[in-house]
């Protein structure tokens, strides 16, 4: 048998070996600004500046100094044209290409200023402030105009769609006792009259622990059992009975609504479907999470600070028990705070309010007794 050499050469017919394969580059996807298409390219670096290619031949000029690099995938160069079409863009994934791309260009810094963007940026700041204004000034301007549009029969049949909601929100039983009844209703006779208030007004003190009062819509307050056992005589009490009397009188409760309901609100007001669940629930919130504004604050304590005077009886005992209750309370609890915010400055004015009693007491010691024990024998939650 005859050995051949390795390079024993046959007539030609053995090839030499063939060098290792290199793989083919990734190719580039070309977006042209005019379609959501995507298109395979090929590029072809020239002097000045870059051609993209087309498998139809097509050929889109890009000069150098005019490539920008935009924000796109991880190992992606994402490329754009500033004089080009707005929307067309160039992906390239092939490394060697991306780096060829960036030795010819002097700009490639990602692009953030581009005028879509800042227009973007403008009418997106525009529609914020927008919103803000609204909601800031429209929305308490269009609840200023509405309540006095709303019948005083809607709103009694709104402060009754809500009135079971507050009392299971409280936990609270209504208080029974015969002789504390008769006091508190003495009080408050003695409130309206000396306040000149016309909406009939249903009092009722609830059997809770929670130190709070709450107006609703139609003329009905709650005591709430917890502010009565913190009063030291009857006049604190009768100032802020007197304060939620400001409350009804100036409509506060419908104005709190329309403005936290708003567009909801407004169709339930046109089409008279306010009696379903999630409307009572949502209006008994609006109540007692409300804060009110600081303009009708006021006002209810001017309402307050006069109708005490119109008695003969000085407003300051008010100012003392809701100051004491909020520093008690802080802000970890329903509580006088969360409804009717106290400052040391609206403490300060009641005592500038103050005068020396010229008028009969409200209630007597034994009526006092009375309204403190109403609710003897139940629970408080």
């Not at 053995?14 to 990734?26: Q, W």
């Not at 500033?82 to 060829?100: M, Y």
């Not at 019948?151 to 209504?174: A, H, W």
């Not at 909020?326 to 409804?339: M, V």
């Amino acid at each position: 048998m005859v050995s051949m050499s390795p390079d024993f050469d046959a007539g030609g017919d053995v090839p030499p070996p063939l060098p290792a394969e290199a793989s083919a580059p990734s190719p580039s996807i070309y977006f042209d600004g005019v379609t959501n298409r995507k298109h395979a390219v090929t590029l072809r670096f020239e002097s000045d500046h870059l051609d993209i290619v087309t498998n139809d031949s097509g050929v889109t000029a890009w000069r150098y100094d005019d490539v920008r690099m935009v924000d796109g995938v991880p190992g992606t160069l994402r490329l754009k044209c500033v004089t080009g079409l707005p929307l067309a863009r160039l992906n390239v994934s092939d490394a060697a290409t991306q780096a060829e791309i960036r030795d010819r260009t002097k700009s490639l810094e990602i692009d953030r200023g581009s005028p879509q963007t800042g227009r973007i940026v403008g009418w997106s700041l525009a529609a914020i402030c927008s919103i803000v204004l609204i909601v800031a000034f429209g929305v308490p301007l269009v609840a200023e105009r509405m309540v006095p549009l709303v019948p005083m029969s809607f709103e009694r049949r709104l402060g009754g769609v809500v009135d079971n909601q507050v009392r299971l929100i409280f936990g609270g039983k209504t208080c029974t006792d015969p002789e504390g009844n008769a006091a508190f209703a003495k009080m408050v006779e003695k409130l309206r009259e000396a306040s000149r208030l016309e909406t009939p007004l249903q009092t009722v003190v609830l059997a809770t622990s929670i130190p709070n009062a709450v107006a609703l819509p139609g003329g009905k307050i709650y005591l709430l059992n917890g502010l009565l056992q913190k009063a030291n005589d009857p006049d604190e009490i009768a100032g802020v009975i007197a304060h939620e009397m400001g409350h009804v009188a100036h409509r506060d409760q419908v104005r709190v609504m329309i403005q936290n309901g708003g567009t909801s609100f407004l169709i339930g007001l046109l089409f008279g479907d306010i009696t379903g669940s999630a409307a009572a629930i949502f209006a008994a919130r609006s109540l007692i999470d409300a804060s009110y504004s600081r303009q009708a604050e006021g006002n209810a304590d001017a309402f307050a600070i006069e109708t005490m005077h119109a008695l003969g009886r000085s407003p300051a005992p008010m100012g003392e028990l809701l100051f004491r209750v909020t520093g008690a309370q802080g802000n970890n609890s329903i509580g006088i705070l969360a409804s009717h915010p106290l400052t040391e400055e609206r403490r300060e004015l009641m005592r500038r309010e103050d005068r020396a009693a010229t008028g009969a007491e409200i209630l007597s010691a034994t009526e006092w007794r009375a309204l403190k024990n109403i609710c003897r024998g139940q629970r408080a939650k």
